[in-house]
């Protein structure tokens, strides 16, 4: 089995670990296990990394090594990522306080004040440990418990719900941050690229490969995108939530590991474009969410049908059509087909499973748009629940009691001794 692998996990467990003063410290554990943990490490290692599963035939990672003042994509470069998607975390929290703020009140930005759902302990903890959507029998019967009117306790839940969703000032200073990225991020792109003669024939991407030389916007760009997508998936748990949760987890996942294996075997020329394609659409999307926030509706509505179009073209034509047609056709003309082969295309076809399911999001709300005039708003969001309550209502939710269990005295119940009271 070749050795020659970029990376060893015997190596690393060597460097973390001193068999003899692992010993020292957990004498429980013997010698010979760690050595057999560590056997069974290396024979995994050699397993994963065999260049049949990686490269076509005749090729390997010996022809990645660097020489003649050529350098090359390595797996180990990777690890630059970590560092500088904490730095990402770290950059954004001082970007959202220092300019996303300021922006969102120079554009007029304010949160709604939201009405609280009032204290009540039975309440609040149906809504946290059953369910945040009672259906109508469960409003009926939390009425009798509680003694509140069934429109009560309906109006109470959509409080409550309120509650939880994120204010209008954190998803703009969330599509604030992504915007300035994503346009950043194309710009620096298509400034690396536009020289290049594969952003014009996507056959040069396979010329020369695998000894494709690295060039030093491509490995910053590489290892910037890679630190982002990291970084969102770190804080995808903090960020704003929307019914694509799922999808976004997938997509974050798909793209990590696309950009990490394009990387380790030197599909670089792909990457780049893949990456630039899909950077073309996003900074439109992130900028009219934040002016629908800002309450500019119609630049939003316009810039919304711009991004609606150059998404459908760069993601349901160029990348498919184009992109993935030199991926996935063309290769095979070069070099029998092997499993890294296999692999990347098959992480391209869950990008544009993804495609398909947001397109199909993005013309539902163009059609809404242009047929029917309406805001264009993004049918991922939550939308916020309106609280319809009068005096009347208000009234009833003070004076809540537990009258369906006995008679009532000034707001409390009657405490049933056990007594009757004479006639």
């Not at 704003?240 to 793209?255: G, L, M, N, S």
């Not at 939308?383 to 939710?397: A, L, V």
Request: net charge positive; proline share 4%.
């Amino acid at each position: 089995m070749e050795k020659n692998h970029p990376i060893s996990f015997i190596r690393v467990a060597g460097i973390c670990i001193n068999i003899k003063h692992y010993s020292l410290v957990f004498p429980t554990i013997r010698k010979k296990h760690l050595h057999s943990l560590l056997s069974m490490l290396a024979w995994l290692s050699d397993c994963f990394w065999q260049e049949r599963l990686w490269f076509p035939e005749g090729l390997g990672w010996k022809d990645l090594q660097d020489r003649d003042g050529r350098v090359y994509a390595k797996v180990e470069d990777l690890w630059v990522v970590i560092p500088l998607a904490l730095g990402f975390l770290i950059v954004r929290q001082i970007f959202e306080r220092t300019v996303a703020i300021p922006l969102a009140s120079l554009l007029g930005v304010r949160d709604r004040i939201r009405p609280r759902a009032g204290h009540n302990p039975t309440l609040e903890t149906y809504y946290c440990n059953t369910t945040i959507h009672p259906t109508q029998s469960s409003v009926e019967n939390l009425s009798k418990v509680t003694g509140c009117s069934v429109r009560h306790i309906q109006r109470w839940f959509r409080r409550r719900r309120n509650q939880d969703r994120p204010s209008l000032l954190k998803k703009f200073r969330e599509a604030s941050w992504r915007f300035t990225f994503y346009l950043v991020a194309f710009i620096a792109g298509l400034a690396a690229l536009i020289d290049k003669p594969w952003l014009y024939d996507f056959k040069e991407m396979w010329k020369g490969f695998p000894t494709l030389t690295l060039l030093p916007s491509q490995y910053w760009y590489y290892m910037l995108e890679l630190a982002f997508y990291t970084s969102l998936l770190i804080s995808v748990a903090s960020d704003v939530k929307r019914k694509d949760f799922k999808e976004q987890i997938v997509h974050h996942v798909a793209t990590i590991t696309l950009i990490s294996f394009s990387w380790c075997v030197n599909y670089i020329r792909a990457g780049t474009l893949i990456m630039l394609i899909h950077d073309a659409s996003d900074y439109l999307l992130e900028s009219a969410k934040m002016l629908n926030y800002a309450g500019w509706k119609n630049t939003c509505n316009c810039i919304f049908i711009i991004f609606a179009a150059i998404f459908i073209v760069t993601r349901l034509v160029i990348f498919p059509f184009w992109i993935m047609y030199c991926t996935w056709v063309y290769p095979v003309t070069l070099y029998p087909p092997f499993f890294g082969y296999y692999f990347f295309n098959g992480l391209l076809l869950v990008l544009q499973f993804l495609h398909i399911f947001w397109a199909i999001l993005i013309v539902r709300m163009a059609i809404k748009f242009i047929t029917n005039n309406e805001i264009v708003e993004d049918e991922r969001s939550d939308r916020e629940e309106t609280d319809e309550s009068g005096d009347e209502d208000e009234k009833d939710g003070e004076n809540c009691k537990v009258k369906k269990n006995g008679p009532v005295l000034n707001g409390h119940p009657v405490l049933n001794n056990n007594h009757h009271k004479a006639e």
